[in-house]
Each structure stands twice: as structure tokens, then as C-alpha cells.
């Protein structure tokens, strides 16, 4: 129903963290929704919140009847059965003897402060700074394909016991020694029998390959790893099982067999093709079966209920083993719909199931999808409690087109798009891995473009992730199998890696580019991912800290900052091919409080001289104390306040929420209770502009953003004595 020109707009806004949000969502109900045409009243199915931004609070924009009093419950799931029980002391009889909420919507725009659900109390989010963080936003990843990781009985196959011996490569467990490698989780391709060498087309779900050794080794590797600190993630396969698993030979063999159902099959041939113009449909047996990779890897039915409870059965069976979570291959395709093979909202619902079995068996379980996409088109795999993270191909292959190319542009404009599609720092960072051409011959085997594409990945926002050899310098190109060729110990005999025949023929370049050479080189490639990795670990704001692009003077400088609390690091990355003396870079705005900060080069430990940072947290055309940037040279700048800027009028930081943040239109600022009855808000976009000021009366402010463009702004606001900086992410 239409109200014309007297209709108010209302936005409803609750929290749920702390709650088990239902799957069918969150919704509201009250007395106005069959005047203004949603549903009945109480129907609890008409209205749903969203949290698109993951930060717990669930929001709903409504055009509601001419302004009045509004009574209002929020609904957790879809039935009245899971309505919150307002408190007696914020409740308002409904003339039913139920407490709700009272809105006096007297504005043309209203906007609540959001309520905790259950609670009087108000609930604004976290500000963005404050935003949540995992234990793998601590980790830097490693990729092993067990096969070609070592091998410990001479018979040319790597193995559970070989890695379990290399174990202290990896990470010793003492962070005091600089020997390892120091990266804190691994993941290791499949590992579950298979009668092929690289294990994507399993055959048993519960057993480990049998080249690689007995599940009494892989439990004993798994003890060791943790024993020093190392979490572990596997390759779960959920697309499709081997073409000579006893399930699809049974299936295949009788279209009356209990198995048959768990793949899918056709009397005729379909005609179309796959995603990259492949045959899809394949013939057995007078019939024609589904695989969208090859004939050896039939694609599963998610569809059949059997089949997805053993399945989830099978995720339950390794997290009780103890492994740490999951890698998940080709996440894109496990259920189609009709010729839509790809991103359907089947797969979507399938996710969330298999979120649910793995989180109810250890809610600290990791997972982490392969969805190889342009950046768009993943973040529906990390929302809606599906997946923790994606890799993020596009961001891989800016960085090295970057680096090949020597300018930085189109990975700045990347970097910004995937800080602002993702839930904060919940994405995967990486150069290559076993499906591409490694990233050395990428590079055209150049060293400094090595060190430069290192310093960028492990400096940026994101969930580290190298592939084995990576950090020695390794080849591989071509066929598959030689992406993953035996890692590269020694100079010696098969590069120190068995001492039978390898499985696969060894690079060419294994003499130079091997783990013992490189480590008694202070200047080598080893030695720069030692440092690099160490320096993340022990930075919290290079792991936490969220990102602010810069400004640099040379078009050939890429700058960004990574800010945290108090602190922030700078990261300036020279792409010429030549040294940049005046390597000036500005900073608009940021959080960071007005002071005096030393900045120090965390890769040389030197010191770099200071920078004023103003009230708007930016500093402009700042030169550091170092001497010029060389080619392909990346500085580490921490700041930290050394002296807070003193006046006779300093201000106290004090607490200011936003939300919704990210946000599509309204933005609802609350102040604390100790603000001045007046205060100024002034918003600045990321060029320290000045976008808008306003001056606000009371506690609560109200932004419309519906007619800015898209970014980050920063909103300031002074109160009295007191100050306070937020990031607004403006997504429409």
C-alpha cells in the first residue's frame, strides 16, 4: 500500500552476536505491517534483516504509514516461536499482554540506535576498526603436495614420515632460533587414497593414501605439528569422488544400485559443454554420467540426502582426528541447476550446511575455498556463514603483472576493490599455487621481482598462503606435474630430496635454488621469506591492521598502510627500474591520533626519521630519513607516537559507533553519554577533503550517504574536549 508524500522512513537495526542465528535469518515484526503492506501483522515471514557486511548487526530499511508510534519485536528465524522477549523495563504492553518495542517516528527519517536482541541496552557494532579477527589472520600458510615434500624410505614418493621429519624447516617451535622457515599453519593436498599421483579423484574418504603411509603416521605427523605451534588444514574434495571409488563403480554398474542416485545421469547425452567449453557427459554403460573436470572424476549429487550425510559425516570424521580445518577444492560447481553449472544459490545452501557440520565439531575450524573468479563473483562463498575465506586469484595475478610490468596502478585499483568486497581481512592472499605456472618463471626468473611480489603479499591485508619451493626460487611450468616437481633440499644427489629415483624429474635449476645454499646466504630468497614472514608474525598491525591507500609523488611508487590502534606501517614499494631519491608519499586521513611518530624500517631496523600526523590523522609530502628507494625495493615504515600533539585545547579520544559500516544509504552515528549536549561532525573522503560538516545536538546523528559515491570517508567528530575518527566504508 502507497502512502505518497507522507510516508516515513524507518531503519530497524538489532544485534545477534552472541546469539545461534537461525538459518531462516532474523526478522520484525510489529503493528503497522498489514496498513503498510508487509504481510499481516506478526506474520514473522514478511520482513527480513540482512547483515551484509558480516559484523553481527541485522538491518532493514522500511517506507512506513505518516509519522506516530510504532510497536515492534525482532524475530530470530521466521516464526513467532523464536520472537525476542522485550524486557519489562524498555517494553510497551501491545494490549495482548506482549511486551515490545516503541519507535516515535516523528521524522521523515528514523533511525534507532540498534538494539542488542532480548535487551534494553543499545548495541551499535564495533567500529570498523574494532573489527573481529581469527586465529588465521594470525598464520602465515604454507602449501605442501605431500608427494614431492620429501621422502623418508628411498622409494622416490614423498611421505607423512618425510614431512614430519622436515617439520623443523617449517617451524621449530622456538621462536628465539632463525633456522625455520616460521610459517605457523600448512596445508596439505589430498591425502586421502587415490589412485592417482595428485589425489583430487578419491577413492576411500576415511583412509590416507597409501603412498604417502598409514593413519598411524599421518596422526603422528599431526601430533608433531601441533606440538610446535603448527596448525594443520587438508584438501577436502566435495565436487566429485574417483570414477573408481566403489560408490560410482556400484552406480555405474546397475541403474538399480542404492549408489546410483549419488551421481547424476542422463539416458542421452545432453549437449551442452562446460564452463571452458568441455564435455560435461560422459558414456557408461549405454548411459551417459556428469563431470565437469574429466570422465575420472565424477561429479557427486548433492541433491540425494545419503550422499550429503555421508559426506558431512566424512568432514566430521578428519576435524576429529584433529586436523585444523579445510581447504576446499572447486567450491564454484557442487551443485547444479539445469545448464547452470556454476554459482548457483544450491551451492550457496550447500556451504551453509557444511558450515554448520564443521563449526559444530570444532567452531574454531578454518575453512577455506577455492573459487576462481573475478573478485565480484567470490564474496558470496564468504558471507551468510558459508566459507571463512576465498583465495583471491585476482589480487595474485595483479601483483605480478605489476611487478613484470613496473607500474603499479592496476594492482592499487585491485587492492581497493578487494578491501572493500570482502568482510575485513577475511580473504586469502597468495603469488601461485600447484594449478599455475610458478611464480619464478612468472617473473622471468628474477630474483628482485621475487622479493619485491613477497614484500607485497606478506605485507598486504589477507590470509598469507606460499606454495612449497616458493621461498627457495622453484621452477615449474606446463603440464601439472610439473607445477608440483620434488622440492629442492640440497645441491646434491636428487637435491637432497630421496634417495631412490624421484617420482618426477627435478628442475634444472636445483643446484643454486635449494634450501642449503640459500640459507647460508644472508642476501638470498630464503632468507628474504624468513624475514618477511617473521616480521608479520611478530607485527600485530601487519595482521590486523586494516588498510589506508597513500598518495605517492612518482607514478612508479606504490604506498599503503596498514593501521592498528596506535600504530600503523607504512609500506612503500618501488617498481621502476631505477632508484627513487624523493620517494614522498601523503596520507589524507586515518584514525591515528595527532602527534609526532619515529618511523623505523622494520626489514634494516633503521631509523627513518619522524612524521608529523595532523587532527585528520594524514600527514602530506612526507620524505623519510632513508637513503633512495632502489629498484624494486620495498620499505617497512613503522610509525609510533612518540609525542601526541599538545596544545591547550588537546582533546581525549573517546568511543563513536557507526553503523550500518559498510553502508548502502543511512548512517546512524551515536556519541557516548558523556558528550557535550553540541558537537561537530565533519567528513572527509580519502584525500583529506572536507566533504560535509554538521553540527549535532545530543547523543545521535543521522548521515545520508545515498548521493555519495562509493569509498571510504572518515567521520570526525568533537565534542567538548573530547575527539573521535571512524572509517565509513560507502557501498551502494
Known amino acids: 500500500m502507497g502512502f505518497g508524500d507522507c510516508n516515513t522512513q524507518v531503519r530497524l537495526a538489532v544485534n545477534m552476536q552472541g546469539q545461534t542465528v537461525a538459518r531462516t535469518g532474523v526478522h520484525v515484526v510489529g503493528n503497522f505491517q498489514a496498513l503498510a503492506g508487509y504481510g499481516t501483522n506478526g506474520d514473522a515471514t514478511a520482513i527480513e534483516l540482512r547483515d551484509d557486511n558480516s559484523d553481527g548487526t541485522y538491518e532493514v530499511q522500511l517506507s512506513l504509514p505518516a509519522p506516530g508510534r510504532f510497536q515492534y519485536r525482532f524475530v530470530n528465524g521466521n516464526t513467532l516461536a523464536g520472537a525476542e522477549t522485550v524486557p519489562a523495563a524498555c517494553g510497551t504492553d501491545d494490549g495482548t499482554g506482549t511486551l515490545t518495542r516503541v519507535l516515535d517516528a516523528t521524522a521523515a527519517v528514523n533511525a534507532p540506535a540498534a538494539a542488542c536482541f532480548g535487551s534494553c541496552q543499545s548495541c551499535g557494532t564495533a567500529p570498523i576498526t574494532n573489527y573481529s579477527t581469527f586465529w588465521w589472520n594470525d598464520a602465515v600458510f604454507y602449501e605442501v603436495f605431500v608427494r614431492s615434500f620429501y621422502d623418508s624410505n628411498g622409494d622416490g614418493k614423498g611421505d607423512f614420515a618425510g614431512l614430519t621429519a622436515k617439520l623443523d624447516y617449517l617451524n621449530d617451535g622456538n621462536p628465539a632460533t632463525t633456522t625455520d622457515l616460521g610459517v605457523t599453519a600448512l596445508w596439505l593436498m589430498p591425502m586421502m587414497e587415490s589412485p592417482s599421483y595428485h589425489g583430487y579423484d578419491v577413492t576411500?574418504?576415511?583412509?590416507?593414501?597409501?603412498?604417502?603411509?598409514?593413519?598411524?603416521?599421518?596422526?603422528?605427523?599431526?601430533?608433531?605439528?601441533?606440538?610446535?605451534?603448527?596448525?594443520?588444514?587438508?584438501?577436502?574434495?566435495?565436487?566429485?569422488?574417483?570414477?573408481?571409488?566403489?560408490?560410482?563403480?556400484?552406480?555405474?554398474?546397475?541403474?538399480?544400485?542404492?549408489?546410483?542416485?549419488?551421481?547424476?545421469?542422463?539416458?542421452?547425452?545432453?549437449?551442452?559443454?562446460?564452463?571452458?567449453?568441455?564435455?560435461?557427459?560422459?558414456?557408461?554403460?549405454?548411459?551417459?554420467?556428469?563431470?565437469?573436470?574429466?570422465?575420472?572424476?565424477?561429479?557427486?549429487?548433492?541433491?540425494?540426502?545419503?550422499?550429503?550425510?555421508?559426506?558431512?559425516?566424512?568432514?566430521?570424521?578428519?576435524?576429529?582426528?584433529?586436523?585444523?580445518?579445510?581447504?576446499?577444492?572447486?567450491?564454484?560447481?557442487?551443485?547444479?541447476?539445469?545448464?547452470?553449472?556454476?554459482?548457483?544459490?544450491?551451492?550457496?545452501?550447500?556451504?551453509?550446511?557444511?558450515?554448520?557440520?564443521?563449526?559444530?565439531?570444532?567452531?574454531?575450524?578454518?575453512?577455506?575455498?577455492?573459487?576462481?573468479?573475478?573478485?565480484?563473483?567470490?564474496?558470496?562463498?564468504?558471507?551468510?556463514?558459508?566459507?571463512?575465506?576465498?583465495?583471491?586469484?585476482?589480487?595474485?595475478?595483479?601483483?605480478?603483472?605489476?611487478?613484470?610490468?613496473?607500474?603499479?596502478?592496476?594492482?592499487?585499483?585491485?587492492?581497493?576493490?578487494?578491501?572493500?568486497?570482502?568482510?575485513?581481512?577475511?580473504?586469502?592472499?597468495?603469488?601461485?599455487?600447484?594449478?599455475?605456472?610458478?611464480?619464478?618463471?612468472?617473473?622471468?626468473?628474477?630474483?628482485?621481482?621475487?622479493?619485491?611480489?613477497?614484500?607485497?603479499?606478506?605485507?598486504?591485508?589477507?590470509?598469507?598462503?606460499?606454495?612449497?619451493?616458493?621461498?627457495?626460487?622453484?621452477?615449474?611450468?606446463?603440464?601439472?606435474?610439473?607445477?608440483?616437481?620434488?622440492?629442492?633440499?640440497?645441491?646434491?644427489?636428487?637435491?637432497?630430496?630421496?634417495?631412490?629415483?624421484?617420482?618426477?624429474?627435478?628442475?634444472?635449476?636445483?643446484?643454486?635454488?635449494?634450501?642449503?645454499?640459500q640459507q647460508a646466504d644472508p642476501a638470498s630468497l630464503l632468507n628474504h621469506y624468513k624475514k618477511l614472514i617473521g616480521l608479520r608474525t611478530g607485527q600485530e598491525v601487519l595482521r590486523k591492521g586494516y588498510l589506508l591507500p597513500l598518495t605517492a609523488a612518482t607514478s612508479s611508487l606504490l604506498s599503503y598502510a596498514r593501521v592498528y590502534k596506535q600504530e600503523a606501517v607504512v609500506v612503500v614499494s618501488n617498481f621502476a627500474n631505477t632508484a627513487v631519491s624523493a620517494a614522498s608519499v601523503s596520507l589524507a586521513v586515518s584514525s591515528l591520533p595527532a602527534g609526532t611518530y619515529q618511523a623505523t624500517d622494520l626489514y634494516t631496523g633503521q631509523a627513518a626519521g619522524s612524521v608529523t600526523v595532523d587532527a585528520q590523522g594524514g600527514f602530506s609530502s612526507w620524505s623519510t630519513a632513508l637513503p633512495a628507494l632502489a629498484a624494486h625495493q620495498t620499505w617497512l615504515l613503522r610509525l609510533t607516537l612518540a609525542q601526541p600533539t599538545a596544545t591547550a585545547n588537546a582533546k581525549k579520544v573517546f568511543a563513536l559507533q557507526l553503523y550500518p559500516n559498510p553502508t548502502t544509504s543511512l548512517v546512524h552515528v551515536e556519541l557516548p553519554a558523556s558528550a557535550a549536549t553540541q558537537s561537530k561532525l565533519t567528513v572527509y573522503d580519502l584525500l583529506g577533503r572536507v566533504r560535509s560538516t554538521y553540527r549535532v545536538a545530543g547523543r545521535t546523528h543521522t548521515l545520508d550517504t545515498s548521493s555519495w559515491g562509493n569509498g571510504t570517508y572518515f567521520v570526525k567528530v568533537e565534542s567538548g574536549k573530547a575527539v573521535s575518527t571512524q572509517r565509513l566504508v560507502v557501498a551502494h
Open 204 to 517: 576411500n574418504y576415511k583412509a590416507t593414501e597409501p603412498d604417502y603411509g598409514t593413519m598411524a603416521e599421518f596422526e603422528a605427523f599431526l601430533a608433531a605439528a601441533h606440538s610446535r605451534g603448527i596448525k594443520v588444514i587438508i584438501d577436502l574434495v566435495l565436487n566429485h569422488a574417483s570414477s573408481q571409488h566403489p560408490w560410482f563403480t556400484q552406480a555405474a554398474s546397475s541403474a538399480t544400485s542404492p549408489y546410483r542416485d549419488w551421481f547424476l545421469w542422463s539416458a542421452t547425452q545432453p549437449t551442452y559443454k562446460g564452463p571452458w567449453g568441455q564435455t560435461v557427459w560422459h558414456p557408461r554403460n549405454g548411459s551417459y554420467y556428469y563431470g565437469i573436470f574429466w570422465d575420472g572424476m565424477p561429479d557427486l549429487n548433492w541433491r540425494n540426502p545419503q550422499l550429503k550425510a555421508t559426506m558431512w559425516d566424512a568432514s566430521r570424521f578428519w576435524l576429529q582426528k584433529g586436523v585444523d580445518g579445510y581447504r576446499l577444492d572447486a567450491v564454484k560447481y557442487l551443485v547444479e541447476t539445469g545448464t547452470t553449472l556454476e554459482d548457483t544459490p544450491e551451492t550457496f545452501s550447500i556451504l551453509e550446511e557444511f558450515h554448520d557440520s564443521v563449526k559444530r565439531v570444532n567452531p574454531n575450524a578454518f575453512t577455506v575455498g577455492e573459487a576462481w573468479s573475478v573478485t565480484p563473483k567470490v564474496r558470496p562463498y564468504v558471507v551468510n556463514d558459508r566459507l571463512d575465506v576465498c583465495f583471491e586469484f585476482d589480487l595474485a595475478t595483479a601483483i605480478i603483472n605489476a611487478t613484470n610490468s613496473g607500474n603499479p596502478a592496476g594492482l592499487r585499483t585491485q587492492l581497493n576493490l578487494v578491501d572493500a568486497t570482502y568482510p575485513k581481512l577475511q580473504y586469502a592472499t597468495f603469488l601461485t599455487n600447484h594449478d599455475q605456472d610458478r611464480v619464478m618463471g612468472a617473473l622471468g626468473g628474477n630474483q628482485a621481482l621475487m622479493k619485491q611480489a613477497a614484500a607485497l603479499y606478506l605485507t598486504m591485508p589477507g590470509v598469507p598462503f606460499l606454495y612449497y619451493g616458493e621461498e627457495v626460487g622453484m621452477l615449474g611450468a606446463g603440464p601439472d606435474e610439473d607445477k608440483r616437481k620434488p622440492m629442492q633440499w640440497t645441491a646434491g644427489t636428487n637435491a637432497g630430496f630421496s634417495t631412490g629415483s624421484p617420482w618426477r624429474g627435478l628442475n634444472s635449476n636445483y643446484a643454486q635454488f635449494n634450501v642449503a645454499t
